[in-house]
């Protein structure tokens, strides 16, 4: 089985190149300028979307909602504190955006976290990507769905039970397209939580979707985490996107930059060709002259002459491949020469009756 789903321009499937998504998130800080300039660098780095975050505190937490992040990273301990740090854009804020990933020729894609923003996102994104937080949202979830588009649902944090929930949900409020992204829910994530086995697990216990990999790791030099789970079978990768990773708080210390997800697109490229297009093992074009002259032929070892029963010291095995295969050794034994042969020929099943 081999589910696809349409996200923006591309196919996605287990058999395609990854869909990249540049989790640009709030690391703007509100800045129009500076999220123009990320959608930017993530354009030219090589990424299929470039997606931000739609929420304001006040529909988002309550002032009483602790953090759940790595505090000496960013030490505010209020998700209503943080939130409104970072909630500034409006809706007309997010058409502009939209409206310069159109221009530059990048998927433009905001994870929505109200009613009010699955509104006015809707004509501007070609498929809504769902937070992990909201998974067991069931009002959400189903608001999402009777837009009618594909989805991309992070799993972070929930059971196999959960997700089953969310899918039915999903499915019969009108979203059958939906895509599977493990997830750590952990701000940042170690190497030791990764846990990317999980992705196999999901493509096991859920065949019908596609299966992705949303990462919260720090990265390394050579992307380890993101090419790992694209050798896994996640084909819709998403990490943090920021334009320098030294800048303190929120998501830029996890983030990737333009310069880590340059390197992952090669990467994945490099991956995805070395994977190549076939599954069933079976001989490729390229093989041919190999099975023809680097296989071995039965060969006789000395001259024989006409009616002599061929036995096992008769015979021996060398290239090349061009006459009666060592597969049918046991049944060219006991077999007759009709005329006379020489030491080294190569027998043909011509040659014995």
Request: aromatic fraction near 8%.
């Amino acid at each position: 089985m081999n589910p696809v789903i349409k996200l923006g321009n591309q196919t996605v499937s287990s058999s395609s190149a990854p869909y990249v998504i540049a989790e640009i998130g709030v690391n703007h800080e509100g800045s129009m300028e500076l999220a123009k300039k990320l959608i930017e660098l993530a354009h030219e780095g090589g990424a299929n979307a470039a997606k931000f975050q739609s929420y304001k505190a006040n529909t988002l937490a309550s002032k009483h909602s602790p953090s759940y992040w790595d505090t000496t990273k960013e030490s505010t301990r209020s998700q209503h504190e943080l939130f409104q740090k970072y909630d500034k854009f409006d809706a007309n804020d997010y058409v502009e955006l939209a409206n310069h990933c159109s221009q530059i020729g990048i998927d433009f894609l905001s994870t929505p976290f109200d009613e009010h923003a699955i509104d006015f996102l809707d004509p501007l994104m070609p498929f809504y990507k769902i937070a992990s937080a909201d998974l067991t949202n069931v009002p959400f979830l189903r608001k999402i769905a009777q837009k009618g588009k594909p989805i991309v649902l992070s799993t972070g944090a929930s059971t196999l039970g959960e997700i089953e929930i969310a899918l039915d949900v999903l499915n019969k409020s009108g979203c059958s397209e939906v895509a599977l992204l493990h997830c750590i829910l952990n701000y940042p994530t170690s190497n030791a939580n990764a846990h990317l086995n999980m992705i196999k697990s999901l493509t096991r216990v859920f065949p019908n979707h596609v299966i992705g990999y949303s990462d919260h790791t720090l990265p390394d030099e050579a992307m380890t985490p993101l090419v790992s789970a694209f050798l896994l079978g996640a084909v819709v990768l998403e990490k943090h996107f920021t334009h320098d990773k030294t800048l303190p708080g929120n998501d830029h210390y996890h983030a990737m930059d333009i310069h880590d997800l340059t390197r992952f697109i090669e990467m994945s490229n490099r991956v995805q060709e070395l994977l190549g297009k076939e599954s069933i093992k079976a001989p490729i074009s390229t093989e041919g002259i190999s099975r023809e002259n680097a296989r071995r032929s039965i060969v006789l070892v000395k001259d024989l002459s006409a009616g002599h029963v061929l036995c096992q010291d008769d015979i021996t095995y060398k290239r090349p491949g061009t006459g009666i295969s060592p597969l049918h050794w046991d049944q060219v034994v006991g077999m007759k020469l009709p005329s006379p042969l020489l030491e080294d020929h190569v027998l043909q099943w011509s040659d014995i009756e």
